[in-house]
């Protein structure tokens, strides 16, 4: 049975029920993990909150402690649980394929590799048919640069500020947030340029975003119009004409920066971006590694929403539900420039990869996630937005579909980030209440909600209440 949890923050909220229950947690006791966690993990691995979560088990939307006590886990592990925990149609799956064929590697053929790549590829617009299977988002990113480079023999990349793209010392390059990077020679060749942000940046306001929240900030843009991008636009053209050469391997960007907090770039940004782009020679890269399976609700693929085919799409996190596995999709021109020597990984597209995948693609469909991802998080973000109306530290409620970013603040006006003992008492109050949020932005200041895509209008209800108990208790300590 499960047991009884009092937290030390009380709320109103109510946790909807969950038939759900966990098995019993048998393993160390919790001390002994920490001590296994401080001798034998490497210290960069960092846990989230004071005293850090030992979870137990998973079911769709919910994950277990080791305790017993259940959470609403609205970040998914970091947006990649797509349609939940441990969710019976991808589970059972993978382990019918665990007692077939775990791995021979792509030198033979095998049904799930061939079967996984027309699954997906039809999922994608022409001349997108192409794919490359790798095993994570920055393996993935890694080889989109490769290709560009090999395909346009250019060498220089362009990437948005606050963007992430990988932790390889290829892609630290892309990725454009300083706590990410060492202090060791990482980036040649790769140029960032100005972030879009219609919040935060020096332009922007209550029409640029594509989304059901706009900024408070308001513009003076015409319809039809929108002087933020005019703006942005010229700062891109900017760093084309001083940081590059005339001719360039590509750009690429997140539909939407997941890292850096669901930043919104103004409508039509991308588009003339791609095309600066291709006048130079490049090629245009999507990120969808956080965007995509339709995440965003309106479109399958995050880059779908702002009129746009790329020559690269970059695929991870919620391609396979939690598995290890990542994708690269291009055209067919652009893959046979990689064919002039041996290109080769062991693991990517392995039966077992493939097969979860598959029943990845089969959930999402059959459960109505996409359309399910538009609802409820339309809904959650008209919630959140009365919060920002209410509280002067919520500066921003911002994204599309289950892509949600609240970016907190010391007041409107100035919109300095709060500071991070304030953030972190709140974020440590939503957990105590039985909610778990995601973090992120350049001073960690975004509240970043990417549940998995399962969750209903009742989790929000509940989410919402404690988020607002949480704010409320922090208005509380400040007077």
Known sequence: RQRK????????????????VP???????????????????????RTYYKKPLLLHQ??????????????????AGIVTVSVGHCHPKVTMATQKQLARLWHTTNIYMYPAIHEYAEKLTSLFPDPL???????????????????????????????????????????????????????????????????????????????????????VRKCSCTEGACLAKDQYIEQFKDTLNTSVPKTVA???AEPMQGVNGAVQYPRNFLKEAYQLIRERGGLCISDEVQTGFGRTGSHFWGFQTHGVVPDIVTLAKGIGNGFPMAAVVTT????????????????????????????????????????????????????????????????????????????????????????????????????????????????SQTFRIKP????????????VEV??????RHVERAA
């Open 129 to 215: 048919k192409v794919v490359y299977l790798t095993n994570s988002g920055s393996e993935a990113n890694d080889l989109a640069m490769f290709m560009a480079r090999l395909h346009t023999r250019n060498f220089d990349i362009i990437c948005l500020r606050g963007g992430y793209h990988g932790g390889s010392p290829y892609t630290l390059g892309l990725t454009s947030l300083t706590p990410y990077k060492h202090g060791v020679a990482n980036g040649f060749g790769c140029t960032t340029t100005m972030l879009p942000d219609v919040f935060r940046g020096p332009w922007g306001g209550s029409h640029c975003r594509d989304s059901p929240v706009q900024t």
């Open 452 to 463: 998995p895509m399962c969750i209903t209008k009742r989790d929000v209800d509940f989410a």
């Open 58 to 75: 998973g079911h769709m939307q919910w994950l277990f402690d080791y305790e017993g006590r259940r959470y609403l886990d609205l970040f």
């Open 332 to 443: 067919k021109e652009i893959a046979s420039s990689l064919a002039q020597n041996l290109h080769f990984n062991t693991f990517g597209g392995n039966p077992l990869a493939c097969v979860v995948g598959a029943a990845v693609l089969d959930a999402i469909e059959e459960d109505g996630l996409q359309k399910n991802s538009e609802d409820v998080g339309t809904y959650m973000l008209l919630e959140l937005a009365k919060l920002r109306d209410k509280f002067e530290i919520v500066g921003d409620v911002r994204g599309k579909g289950l892509m949600i970013g609240v970016e907190m603040v010391t007041d409107k006006n100035s919109q300095r980030p709060l500071p991070a003992e304030e953030i972190n008492q709140i974020w440590e109050d939503c957990k105590d209440m039985g909610v778990l949020i995601g973090r992120g932005g350049l001073y």
């Open 5 to 20: 949890w009092k937290s030390s923050v009380s709320t109103q909220a109510k946790m909807p029920p969950c038939d759900f």
């Open 23 to 45: 098995e019993k947690y048998e393993s160390y006791p919790y001390e002994r993990m920490q001590e296994i966690r401080e001798q034998h993990i490497v210290p960069s691995l």
């Open 250 to 252: 590509g750009f690429i």
């Open 467 to 472: 988020f607002h108990t949480a704010l409320q």
